[in-house]
């Protein structure tokens, strides 16, 4: 059994002060739910979440991390920092970071394997655009993100790996793809191609998140497709009624 899992990604949003006021709001709202929820949120606001949700059973993420163990890398933050403070997820190859800030597949591979050598599980991004789904390249896309990004982790770490199936054009946009579709993509792309790198039975231990859109309106449809088990949610994580998208996540 794959336990649902339903993790805010607040992106560039929310200084420590409202980071601080959310999680009071939040966990007081959050009791007594039984769905895992996280929230992944900027660097800045980490160790107020972390203090704010110790032992309310939610988590706390970071949305990137540096693959390397320290350096002369301005600007960035290693995965040892990150466990200093006691972050439980990363997201690593967000759409926007591969867009924006030139992640790559070996990037991606590079900050996995840094992460899991650490108690910190990596929360994995892939998705295909428009164009590329337009073009019919949906499978290829998906399959290289996942064959290059998971390349060389060991048997053992695997099924501490998060997915999130994201299509890029359901980002941000009130266009998600519909329960269905995306269930079919997640089943035969994603768990496909997890089959074929780490057989079937790992396969079937991962848990898969679907991203893109997602509400506390059609949360519910998601959660009711076999393969699907959580979401990715962006816009619809930023205020505290989020709990009712975590809450509806249960079927
Ligand atoms: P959205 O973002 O829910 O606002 O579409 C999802 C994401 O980027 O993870």
Known sequence: MRIP????????FKTR?????FAEEFKALYQGTDVRAAICAPFTDLETL???FRGTGIGVGAQNVHFADEGAYTGEISVKMLE??????CIVGHSERRQYFAETDETVNLKLKKLLAGPIRPIMCVGES?????AGELFDVVQRQLTEGLAGIPAEH???VVIAYEPIWAIGTGKSASAAEAGSIIGLSVRGTLAELFGEAAAQQVRIQYGGSVTVDNIAEYMAHPDIDGALVGGASLKPDFVDLVRNAIV
């Open 130 to 134: 428009l164009e590329q789904r337009d």
């Open 158 to 160: 695997r099924k501490r």
């Open 50 to 52: 972390v203090e704010a």
């Open 84 to 89: 200093e403070i006691g972050v439980d997820y």
């Open 5 to 12: 899992f339903i993790a805010g990604n607040w992106k560039m």
């Open 17 to 21: 002060a409202e980071a601080a006021a």
